[in-house]
């Protein structure tokens, strides 16, 4: 499980486990843990690629919107065979 390491806008830093990526309509969306631990229940989030092309560096936000929110869960939901629990 691939570890990323997130800065917010305050300087806080927040690792990240990706459990799973995906694409759609040109978007990157990541679902994301705080725990690498696949047996743990744990939240889990989705985060979406919000840099420009021309960046050398993604920039990711949370998902909020909720009907983005509940598609995009869908996708992870078929992509890992099993149910994304939204919150």
């Not at 997130?6 to 679902?31: M, P």
């Not at 743990?40 to 993604?58: F, Q």
């Not at 909020?64 to 149910?83: N, P, T, W």
Request: glycine share 4%; net charge negative.
């Amino acid at each position: 499980m691939e570890k990323l390491e997130f800065i917010d806008e305050n300087g806080e830093k927040t690792q990240f486990y990706v459990i799973e990526e995906t694409r759609i309509n040109g978007i990157n969306y990541l679902l994301v843990s705080e725990s690498d631990n696949e047996d743990e229940e744990a939240e889990a989030y989705i985060l979406k690629d919000t840099s420009d092309a021309a960046s050398e560096e993604a920039v990711y936000e949370f998902v909020e919107e909720d009907s983005e929110l509940e598609s995009v869960g869908k996708v992870f939901s078929e992509l890992m065979d099993d149910d994304v629990e939204l919150k």
